[in-house]
């Protein structure tokens, strides 16, 4: 069971003052022994505080339902998907006659912004459980698919970045065929995702996401910024300008974190002195962005701005939804990008990786692991992957390893015994037959050649900027990042007259920040603080 007694912050309990606050705002119910309060997969289900009696929390992710946490007497039901708005992945019965008071998801996210002592011990409880259940053996989502194919690591990168539980059943396993036979389908069907009482087969990022509630209908009304991009710098934005009374909607094309959420671990962020991996912090800025009322959406892409005579921006998405907004933020950050090699594109998700969290880490156990690049990311990436590959070659073109790297991450990286420096190297081939199998490596300075075998490759080099979707009235420097502010004072496409604050583009309304704007330290930290700058920009446009 999730629940032990000594547990205080995953399973508060709610003061008589605190239980009279959600009397005032929700409504007495009582529940007969056995009798649901809500169920598994249910849409927008209430909060419960429990009165009198206990409520039982089941998991039904094992087939027969399994009791997972005990509710009794001035504790309450619930967890994240309160927050997001998304489908209960647990369900909740009474455990004999209880009394409860239920409130609505929609009144207790309004309530987190409003009774700060109460919204923390909720939200820490919130948080916790889910780290319990997830840690319990709880199954999640069941994805069947080969953990080398391409499209299964894509819904696996979905999955992660929207932080939804799920167990891969890998389809070269005796499980992972025993999940096929289960659902009758084939290997060619895969990959395959159990939904709900639904099998979805070879499902798109949109499929997933309108099944599991991610994706959800934006209602139809004017928005004071329109959020593209949820990294660092996008999410800061939204936590900004939600608290700050913005009507704030936030769009992705994959889910929250952006590159920080492929971070195995952030050292260098203050305030977390042992460090913490950037899918924790994402997920942090998201809950606390929904808490301040932001509205999320993801998987989407937008197609198109147009500003209308009145000033307001008409936005059309990738799925056909338009939305109205008088502001736009662009904060769609950078990637990494493919070497300039044939193979490398053949390889990507199968052995070519630009990106190293546990999904790929998993992929690489025992054997040669080859990292490229001398940036931050790069060693990070070797520092992580060392913890499970046998041994890591780090790649650098040049000789100096503290040219482009933290120190104290360089110096790590040169006291771990499993990582090889390999200076003046370049890879230069890749060869395998469906997998990546050998990398070939050359010395760019005496011309020697070494192939390596090797099932994995992680390339961290040349970020590229996410501005191919802009309309051609916003100026890009000569590497594609936006530029704004005083570097754009005299640009021809500025309206004439208009002086563009710090973080607006040559197109009035639209502003860039984080790693896509031209001349920013490419950075966490950075990205937030430019996040945040860009709200101050959009109040004042807004006056
Ligand atoms: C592996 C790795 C490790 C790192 N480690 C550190 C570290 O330890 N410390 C540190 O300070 N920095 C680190 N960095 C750098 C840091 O993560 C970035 O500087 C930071 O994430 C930039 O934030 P951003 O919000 O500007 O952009 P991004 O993080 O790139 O986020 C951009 C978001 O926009 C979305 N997007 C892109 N195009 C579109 C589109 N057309 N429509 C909708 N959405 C779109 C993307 O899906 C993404 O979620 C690391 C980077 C990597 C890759």
């Not at 992710?61 to 001035?74: D, I």
């Not at 931050?376 to 503290?402: E, I, K, T, Y």
């Amino acid at each position: 069971m999730l629940h032990e007694p000594s547990d205080n912050a995953a399973f508060p309990r709610l003061t008589e003052e605190e239980l009279a606050c959600l009397e005032d705002i929700g409504t007495v119910r009582r529940f007969s022994d056995g009798e649901q309060l809500f169920d598994l997969g249910e849409m927008d289900y209430s909060f419960f505080a429990v009165k009198s009696g206990a409520v039982r929390i089941l998991d039904h992710s094992h087939g027969e339902p399994r009791e997972v946490a005990l509710h009794e007497a001035n504790s309450f039901a619930g967890d994240v998907d309160l927050l997001t708005g998304r489908p209960a992945v647990i369900s909740a019965v009474a455990k004999g006659d209880c009394e409860t008071i239920e409130v609505t998801a929609c009144r207790i996210r309004r309530m987190l912004g409003e009774i700060p002592t109460l919204s923390d011990k909720l939200l820490d409880a919130f948080q916790l459980r889910r780290a319990r259940l997830e840690s319990s053996g709880f199954l999640g989502i069941r994805l069947a698919g080969s953990s080398h194919s391409k499209e299964t690591m894509h819904l696996q990168e979905f999955f992660y970045k929207n932080k939804v539980p799920h167990t891969l059943f890998d389809t070269d396993t005796d499980a992972g065929q025993k999940l096929l036979r289960e659902w009758d389908v084939t290997e060619k069907d895969t990959p395959v995702l159990g939904c709900g009482k639904r099998v979805v087969c070879k499902p798109s990022l949109a499929d997933v996401a309108e099944c599991l509630g991610i994706c959800r209908d934006i209602p139809d009304e004017l928005y004071d910024v329109l959020i593209v991009g949820a990294g660092p710098a996008g999410l800061a934005a939204a936590v900004y300008g939600a608290s700050e009374g913005l009507q704030t909607l936030v769009v992705d094309r994959m889910g929250p974190g952006g590159q920080a959420g492929q971070s195995s671990r952030i050292e260098n962020y203050m305030g977390f002195p042992s460090g913490l991996t950037g899918a924790d912090l994402a997920n942090r800025g998201y809950l606390q962005a929904l808490k301040f009322g932001a509205q999320f959406t993801a998987p989407v892409s937008v197609a198109s701005i147009v500003q209308d005579d009145s000033g307001v921006h008409v936005v059309s998405f990738c799925t056909g939804q338009k939305v109205r907004t008088r502001t736009v933020l662009i904060a769609t950050g950078a990637s990494y990008q493919r070497l300039p090699l044939d193979a490398c594109e053949r390889f990507e998700g199968m052995g070519v990786y630009y990106s190293a969290t546990s999904v790929e880490a998993r992929l690489c156990r025992e054997s040669t692991a080859v990292v490229v690049g001398g940036g931050n990311s790069a060693g990070q990436a070797a520092m992580f992957l060392s913890q499970h590959a046998a041994d890591v070659r780090l790649l650098l073109r040049g000789n100096d390893l503290r040219k482009g790297m933290s120190s104290y991450l360089a110096d790590r990286i040169e006291k771990q015994s499993n990582i090889e420096v390999m200076c003046h190297t370049e890879l230069c081939e890749m060869a395998g037959d469906k997998h990546l199998e050998r990398v070939e490596i050359r010395n760019n300075q005496t011309e020697e050649r070494e192939m390596l075998d090797c099932p994995s490759a992680f390339i961290f080099v040349g970020a590229k900027p996410h501005t191919e979707w802009l309309p051609d009235s916003v100026a890009l420097d000569d590497r594609g990042f936006v530029m704004t502010g005083p570097m754009i004072h005299h640009h021809e496409k500025l309206p004439e007259g208009r002086t563009p604050c710090e973080l607006e583009t040559t197109s009035p309304g639209v502003f860039a920040c984080g790693d896509v704007r031209s001349g920013t330290t490419k950075r966490c930290a950075f990205a937030v603080g430019d996040g945040a700058l860009a709200i101050t920009c959009v109040h004042q446009y807004l006056q």
